[in-house]
């Protein structure tokens, strides 16, 4: 038998998920010219969950080890602190305590590398251990996954690893191997260069839960035990069959157990296995399980894993019913912005107290595992509406975020700066390893490369959009689509050249582009060859446009142009096909003229997809604003007079008469203006006005006949530039039209309403008079 110990809880957060790393001998710390050499100083990663090169950054100084605090922590900062720890970068770093809260001392505030120093010593901060922070402000590191060459480690103080990074299920029953996502088998941790088995003696629902949760399952099952014991015997082949009968029939090889942990205990709402207590085998722990046996886990999955039909129908009938959370403008599965509804409207969560356990809640109530992630400070992009949830405080266990307290708040309490986000664990469907680019300048470019059975090959490029090219970038994992390519001659750097996939249509949700519409096996390619192949350029960040919605219904007015002011208006084609027709110079066309304002709350500017080599040169506008321009996109957004069944009685459309910054939040500075030729776009935070008394701003209304319609406005309609969200750049009104005026009210963003009221919107049965209320 193996020896094992026990270990004290406060011990064994730190020992589980700490690297130990003192300064090598091959990265001597140097004192700057204005700095004492002081004590040495040693530097450890901590924290759960995550994995070697990462984590919460802890200093050793006069003799007791702390943290450091993320006020004005840079990816400098983060350099100079991999250096330390024997990486040769840093790719990025982390705030608010992202790998848990640390205890004891915080050594260092306000750290500000220029990141080339050789110690943090030499970076300025405001002292050692003067700091107003607390330990919910931890900074962590996230470093490249590359060691400096000769680095020793001189000062480690464990030399066995003591901690859970990586946990899978190994699925035991023949078949099973093969099915995605994998929600049965035998939990199994990383350990050294294979994988060991944990002692299920102890084991119980609450620790299969944890798991579950790692593995992106909402929740747990009951396993049949009995069955695993079976595969754990040695007994004859033909005998383990019999015993199991037909209705299964496990794997035939034998694997020698390898039991690492014993006596795991979780309380179920932890988002990582080593959050929880347990013990590990020391030495030859081969045979210490006595009259246990591995460890096995059945998992249930959300409704978008859900394999059988048997499953999805309880889904289903599960939600029955509108959901009441939901999350915007993330770029994969089970990561967004979290928005809740409340009084039919639905709003943001300010991040105050906001923390993996909430997060979690939102994520399984989702149909997803565990939190990875609790993101705060907008990280997936700005809402719109109320902030209707502020220090939600959860205690793990909640079905529903609503059943945790919260507080309700004022507007004065938070912003949308402030909106709440998580990045929820989803099960493993190996979508990846069935698209790769080729021949892109960098791993997030290039020509899309699909498996098709066993074979590789090219995608058509007819009809190829940035709806397609979202779903793509999606599936590779490298985030939003900047651009839609259907030329990709200049990245003809694969010997693939046969197509394999045509016709592909996606709604933009997909996973995979396998779950878009396409032609199957009777390909079908206008373009044939590896020119015309599809490519992709991803980003890890997207603009995001919407209305402000409140404007549109102020500064709603009819006016009766004559035709001699509207010859330019006639050029650009926004007035109706019967103006053709009319007496020009006589006569005159009924416009309803409104203010737009273009606010984009993303967390990339929003750049018009043709170069300015294509932009088209108008001088025809005589404009308040803008004068004399240049078109950079031939439709920035469509206008509709809509009757309540959806017939389009009126429509018009605007160019980008050109795409600036009007006027911006506080601390953001405009980047673009169309004077001289500059550089057009919407910076983040920023917002592009269109007065109602710009030419084009209009609807052509002469032809409409009173009555109760529905005004839309739809933003960025054919997807020419991508965006993080296109479910919000509709907006909606209501208005009442007697053949004289009109009266528009209820506006607002298309997705912003529940079902009910969006529902009671459309069938709108008018106004009796001009009474709005």
Same mark, same amino acid.
């Given at each position: 038998?193996?020896?094992?110990?026990?270990?004290?809880w406060?011990?064994?957060?730190?020992?589980?998920?700490?690297?130990?790393?003192g300064?090598?001998?091959?990265?001597?710390?140097?004192?700057?010219?204005?700095?004492?050499?002081?004590?040495?100083?040693?530097?450890?990663?901590a924290?759960y969950?995550?994995?070697?090169?990462?984590?919460?950054?802890?200093?050793?100084?006069?003799?007791?080890?702390?943290?450091?605090?993320?006020?004005?922590?840079?990816?400098?900062?983060?350099?100079?602190?991999?250096?330390?720890?024997?990486?040769v970068?840093?790719?990025?770093?982390?705030h608010?305590?992202?790998?848990?809260?640390?205890?004891?001392?915080?050594?260092l505030?306000?750290?500000?590398?220029?990141?080339?120093?050789?110690?943090?010593?030499?970076?300025?901060?405001r002292?050692?251990?003067?700091?107003?922070?607390?330990?919910?402000e931890?900074?962590g590191?996230?470093?490249?996954?590359?060691r400096?060459?000769?680095?020793?480690?001189?000062?480690?103080?464990?030399?066995?690893? #003591?901690?859970?990074?990586?946990v899978?299920?190994?699925?035991?029953v023949?078949?099973?191997r093969?099915?995605?996502?994998?929600?049965?088998?035998?939990?199994?941790?990383?350990?050294?260069?294979?994988?060991?088995?944990?002692?299920?003696?102890?084991?119980?629902?609450?620790?299969?839960?944890?798991?579950?949760?790692?593995?992106?399952?909402?929740?747990?099952?009951?396993v049949?035990?009995?069955?695993y014991?079976?595969?754990?015997?040695?007994?004859?082949?033909?005998?383990?069959?019999?015993?199991?009968?037909?209705?299964?029939?496990?794997?035939?090889?034998?694997?020698?157990?390898?039991?690492?942990?014993?006596?795991?205990?979780?309380?179920?709402?932890?988002?990582?296995?080593?959050?929880?207590?347990f013990?590990?085998?020391?030495?030859?722990?081969?045979?210490?399980?006595g009259?246990?046996?591995?460890?096995?886990?059945?998992?249930?999955?959300?409704?978008?894993?859900?394999?059988?039909?048997?499953?999805?129908?309880?889904?289903?009938?599960?939600?029955?019913?509108?959901?009441?959370?939901?999350?915007?403008?993330?770029?994969?599965?089970?990561?967004?912005?979290?928005e809740?509804?409340?009084?039919?409207?639905?709003?943001?969560i300010?991040?105050?107290?906001?923390?993996?356990?909430?997060?979690?809640?939102?994520?399984?109530?989702?149909?997803?595992?565990?939190?990875?992630?609790?993101?705060?400070?907008?990280?997936?992009?700005?809402?719109?509406?109320?902030?209707?949830m502020?220090?939600?405080?959860?205690?793990?266990?909640?079905?529903?975020?609503?059943?945790?307290p919260?507080?309700?708040?004022?507007?004065?309490?938070?912003?949308?700066?402030?909106d709440?986000?998580?990045?929820?664990?989803?099960?493993?469907?190996?979508?990846?390893?069935?698209?790769?680019?080729?021949?892109?300048?960098?791993?997030?470019?290039?020509?899309?490369?699909?498996?098709?059975?066993?074979?590789?090959?090219?995608?058509?490029?007819?009809?190829?959009?940035?709806?397609?090219?979202?779903?793509?970038?999606?599936?590779?994992?490298?985030?939003?689509?900047?651009?839609?390519?259907?030329?990709?001659?200049?990245?003809?750097?694969?010997?693939?050249?046969?197509?394999?996939?045509?016709?592909?249509?996606?709604?933009?949700?997909?996973?995979?582009? #396998?779950?878009?519409?396409?032609?199957?096996?009777?390909?079908?390619?206008?373009?044939?060859?590896?020119?015309?192949?599809?490519?992709v350029?991803?980003?890890?960040?997207?603009?995001?446009?919407?209305?402000?919605?409140?404007?549109?219904? +102020?500064?709603?007015?009819?006016?009766?142009?004559?035709l001699?002011?509207l010859?330019?208006?006639?050029?650009?084609?926004?007035?109706?096909?019967?103006?053709?027709?009319?007496?020009w110079?006589?006569?005159?066309?009924?416009?309803l003229?409104?203010?737009?304002?273009?606010?984009?709350?993303?967390?990339?500017?929003?750049?018009?997809?043709?170069?300015?080599?294509?932009?088209?040169?108008?001088?025809?506008?005589?404009?308040?604003?803008?004068?004399?321009?240049?078109?950079?996109?031939?439709?920035?957004t469509?206008?509709?007079?809509?009757?309540?069944?959806?017939?389009?009685?009126?429509?018009?459309?605007?160019?980008?008469?050109?795409?600036?910054?009007?006027?911006? +939040?506080?601390?953001?500075?405009?980047?673009?203006?169309?004077?001289?030729?500059?550089?057009?776009?919407?910076?983040?935070?920023?917002?592009?006005?269109?007065?109602?008394?710009?030419?084009?701003?209009?609807?052509?209304?002469?032809?409409?006949?009173?009555?109760?319609?529905?005004l839309?406005?739809?933003?960025?309609?054919?997807?020419?530039?991508?965006?993080?969200d296109?479910?919000?750049?509709?907006?909606?009104?209501?208005?009442?039209?007697d053949?004289?005026?009109?009266?528009?009210?209820?506006?607002?963003?298309?997705d912003?309403?529940?079902?009910?009221? #969006?529902?009671?919107?459309?069938?709108?049965?008018?106004q009796?008079n001009?009474?709005i209320?």
């Amino acid at each position: 038998m193996g020896s094992c110990s026990m270990w004290a809880w406060p011990e064994l957060l730190v020992l589980l998920s700490s690297v130990w790393l003192g300064v090598g001998s091959a990265q001597p710390t140097l004192p700057g010219p204005t700095h004492s050499p002081g004590p040495q100083l040693k530097f450890r990663l901590a924290g759960y969950p995550r994995k070697h090169n990462e984590g919460r950054v802890e200093v050793f100084y006069n003799d007791e080890w702390g943290t450091i605090c993320d006020d004005d922590f840079t990816l400098a900062n983060a350099h100079v602190l991999c250096r330390h720890l024997g990486f040769v970068a840093a790719t990025g770093w982390a705030h608010s305590a992202k790998y848990g809260k640390g205890i004891g001392r915080i050594w260092l505030d306000n750290v500000n590398c220029a990141g080339g120093e050789k110690s943090i010593r030499d970076c300025k901060h405001r002292g050692w251990g003067n700091s107003d922070c607390s330990h919910e402000e931890d900074a962590g590191v996230i470093c490249k996954d590359e060691r400096i060459a000769g680095f020793k480690d001189s000062n480690i103080i464990e030399t066995e690893q #003591s901690h859970v990074e990586e946990v899978r299920l190994r699925p035991v029953v023949s078949g099973a191997r093969k099915q995605l996502p994998v929600t049965e088998g035998i939990v199994e941790v990383r350990y050294k260069d294979g994988w060991a088995q944990i002692c299920d003696e102890g084991w119980d629902s609450q620790n299969s839960r944890v798991v579950c949760g790692m593995m992106g399952f909402p929740a747990e099952k009951k396993v049949n035990r009995n069955f695993y014991k079976l595969a754990s015997k040695s007994q004859p082949k033909q005998k383990r069959r019999e015993d199991v009968g037909s209705k299964k029939r496990l794997f035939t090889e034998r694997q020698q157990l390898n039991y690492r942990l014993h006596s795991v205990s979780c309380t179920g709402t932890e988002v990582h296995l080593s959050m929880c207590a347990f013990e590990f085998y020391r030495g030859n722990a081969s045979a210490t399980c006595g009259a246990g046996m591995p460890a096995v886990v059945s998992c249930v999955p959300g409704p978008l894993f859900a394999t059988g039909n048997a499953h999805k129908k309880k889904q289903r009938h599960q939600q029955q019913g509108q959901p009441r959370i939901r999350l915007k403008g993330g770029a994969k599965v089970g990561e967004g912005r979290v928005e809740v509804l409340k009084s039919n409207e639905w709003g943001t969560i300010c991040d105050d107290r906001w923390n993996l356990l909430s997060a979690s809640v939102v994520c399984r109530e989702l149909g997803f595992g565990s939190a990875k992630e609790a993101l705060t400070g907008a990280r997936m992009g700005q809402g719109t509406g109320p902030v209707h949830m502020n220090e939600v405080q959860c205690l793990g266990t909640e079905k529903s975020l609503w059943s945790c307290p919260f507080k309700n708040i004022t507007q004065e309490d938070c912003k949308h700066t402030e909106d709440a986000a998580v990045r929820c664990n989803v099960p493993y469907m190996g979508y990846e390893n069935l698209i790769r680019l080729a021949g892109g300048r960098t791993a997030s470019e290039g020509r899309v490369e699909v498996k098709r059975g066993s074979k590789w090959g090219t995608v058509c490029s007819d009809g190829w959009t940035t709806k397609e090219a979202m779903v793509a970038c999606r599936q590779l994992g490298l985030g939003y689509s900047l651009h839609a390519v259907t030329e990709t001659w200049y990245w003809d750097a694969s010997n693939v050249t046969e197509m394999v996939l045509s016709g592909v249509k996606c709604a933009g949700h997909e996973m995979s582009l #396998s779950h878009c519409q396409h032609h199957g096996t009777s390909l079908n390619c206008r373009n044939t060859g590896t020119r015309f192949a599809a490519g992709v350029i991803c980003s890890e960040t997207a603009s995001d446009l919407l209305l402000h919605a409140p404007l549109v219904q +102020e500064t709603a007015y009819i006016e009766d142009r004559p035709l001699h002011m509207l010859y330019c208006a006639a050029e650009e084609n926004c007035l109706s096909s019967s103006a053709r027709l009319a007496n020009w110079p006589y006569g005159h066309r009924r416009l309803l003229r409104f203010s737009s304002q273009i606010h984009n709350n993303g967390r990339a500017d929003f750049r018009p997809k043709a170069g300015r080599h294509s932009w088209v040169w108008h001088e025809c506008h005589r404009c308040v604003r803008r004068g004399r321009h240049y078109h950079s996109m031939d439709i920035f957004t469509h206008y509709d007079i809509l009757t309540p069944n959806g017939t389009k009685v009126a429509e018009g459309h605007k160019a980008s008469f050109c795409l600036e910054d009007t006027e911006c +939040e506080e601390d953001v500075a405009k980047r673009y203006e169309c004077a001289n030729f500059g550089e057009q776009g919407i910076t983040v935070g920023c917002w592009d006005l269109y007065r109602h008394d710009i030419d084009c701003q209009w609807i052509d209304i002469t032809d409409v006949k009173p009555g109760n319609y529905i005004l839309q406005v739809v933003i960025n309609p054919n997807f020419e530039v991508a965006e993080s969200d296109f479910t919000n750049n509709a907006m909606k009104c209501n208005c009442k039209y007697d053949g004289h005026r009109i009266w528009v009210h209820s506006c607002h963003i298309g997705d912003a309403l529940s079902e009910e009221a #969006s529902k009671r919107f459309e069938q709108y049965p008018g106004q009796l008079n001009n009474q709005i209320s």
